[in-house]
């Protein structure tokens, strides 16, 4: 059971260039979200999905987008990377919903960027 | 609004001693309450959980108790080992938002 899985697991960009972070989970999750991770600033929701077809801003959503291609998948777009983006992001996945309020989140290994 | 508000680190500690990492938190629902650890160079996992006032999560040694008069849920653990070094996260979610709030975390080191 592989959980939630990143790919992928270092990348380093020169400002300008663009990427995508794969994620996905094996968990039959509706909810699925992106965070990112800065030292002395904890984890940041960048855009999450409470299901397949939506997506919506989290705290930190400028100079992102995302695509929740299936129940399955949910990805992270950089168009124009910038060094401010240099972070960990992870990738996470929840059974979150009205009766099951109380399920907690399931984090994949994340992705190491550098954007130079 | 909603926040976690957690002690700040490093915390330093020699094995065998008492931990215990402070985290309140405001919420303008009802929250569940979680504690996750991070070893380094990987993601974070679900240490333990609480669902309701005056429940006790617990797992491999570390409790925490919910409490509603204080907006707490301290993790404590009455003997640390080497192994237990990590970053230490303090998160809510609240019944009606999906969304999850995290505290800033708390880096502790555990020497032999």
């Known amino acids: 059971n592989a959980g939630v899985t990143q790919t992928p697991k270092f990348q380093v960009l020169k400002t300008g260039q663009s990427m995508t972070l794969q994620c996905a989970q094996d968990?039959?999750?509706?909810?699925m979200y992106w965070y990112r991770q800065d030292p002395g600033m904890g984890l940041r929701l960048i855009y999450y999905?409470?299901?397949?077809?939506?997506?919506d801003k989290g705290e930190v959503p400028n100079g992102y987008n995302v695509s929740r291609l299936n129940k399955r998948e949910f990805s992270l777009r950089l168009e124009s990377a910038a060094p401010s983006q240099t972070s960990v992001y992870f990738c996470?996945?929840?059974?979150?919903?009205?009766?099951?309020?109380?399920?907690?989140?399931?984090f994949g290994n994340g992705t190491r960027l550098t954007v130079t | 609004g909603n926040s976690v508000t957690q002690m700040e680190g490093p915390v330093t500690l020699s094995e065998e001693a008492f931990l215990t990492i402070n985290c309140t938190y405001t919420a303008t629902g009802y929250p569940s309450l979680f504690w996750y650890v991070q070893y380094p160079g990987e993601g974070l996992q679900l240490l333990l959980k609480?669902?309701?006032?005056?429940d006790k999560g617990s797992n491999k040694g570390f409790e925490a108790t919910y409490r509603k008069e204080t907006t707490s849920f301290h993790l404590e653990k009455g003997s640390v080992q080497v192994s237990d070094s990590a970053v230490y996260f303090c998160?809510?979610?609240?019944?009606?938002?999906?969304?999850?709030?995290f505290g800033s975390g708390t880096k502790l080191n555990v020497k032999p």
């Open positions: 996470a996945s929840s059974d979150w919903g009205r009766s099951t309020y109380n399920s907690p989140l399931h």
């Open positions: 968990m039959n999750h509706n909810s």
């Open positions: 999905s409470a299901s397949e077809g939506t997506t």
């Open positions: 998160a809510l979610s609240v019944y009606n938002f999906n969304k999850f709030y």
């Open positions: 609480a669902t309701k006032a005056d």
